[in-house]
């Protein structure tokens, strides 16, 4: 396999593992990206571009890289999910709550133990019903 960066790395199998199907939200329309693809990817960079703070829905495997790197790129990130810490589903508490803390100390807002119930555009920012009166 070689990369962009021109290096190259061999390997006898290789597994993309891409995950299942985004769970779906009642609401809301192009104003949340659904993140699988290539596509999906281009679409939030372009997003990203013009935009100072971003909400990420979601504390799993995708949603944490997706926070960790827009923070990384000088974005204002709110990780939102309704899990009582970041990965609290498959982690044990200890290591899911330093994860918490970990991303706190890199700047990304940690909301958890909310839930989305729904989308308000004001002018050209959306909120998040139900999570934090800050917008994204």
């Known amino acids: 396999m070689v990369c962009e960066n021109r290096e190259t790395y061999s390997y006898?199998?290789?597994?993309?593992?891409?995950?299942?199907?985004?769970?779906?939200?009642?609401?809301?329309?192009?104003?949340?990206?659904?993140?699988?693809?290539?596509?999906?990817?281009?679409?939030l960079?372009?997003?990203?571009?013009?935009?100072?703070?971003?909400?990420?829905?979601?504390?799993?495997?995708?949603?944490?890289?997706?926070?960790?790197?827009?923070?990384?790129?000088?974005?204002?990130?709110?990780?939102?999910?309704?899990g009582e810490s970041i990965g609290d589903r498959i982690f044990p508490r200890d290591l899911s709550q330093f994860i918490n803390q970990f991303y706190k100390q890199k700047r990304v807002e940690v909301l958890s133990g909310e839930k989305i119930i729904g989308l308000e555009k004001k002018r050209q920012s959306v909120h998040g019903e139900d999570c934090s009166s800050k917008k994204y």
């Open 12 to 43: 006898e199998k290789l597994l993309l593992a891409t995950g299942v199907r985004p769970n779906r939200l009642p609401f809301g329309d192009d104003s949340i990206i659904y993140f699988r693809t290539l596509s999906d990817y281009r679409n």
């Open 45 to 82: 960079r372009a997003l990203s571009e013009n935009a100072k703070r971003i909400a990420v829905i979601g504390g799993g495997f995708i949603g944490t890289e997706i926070a960790a790197a827009l923070t990384m790129n000088g974005k204002e990130v709110a990780m939102i999910f309704p």
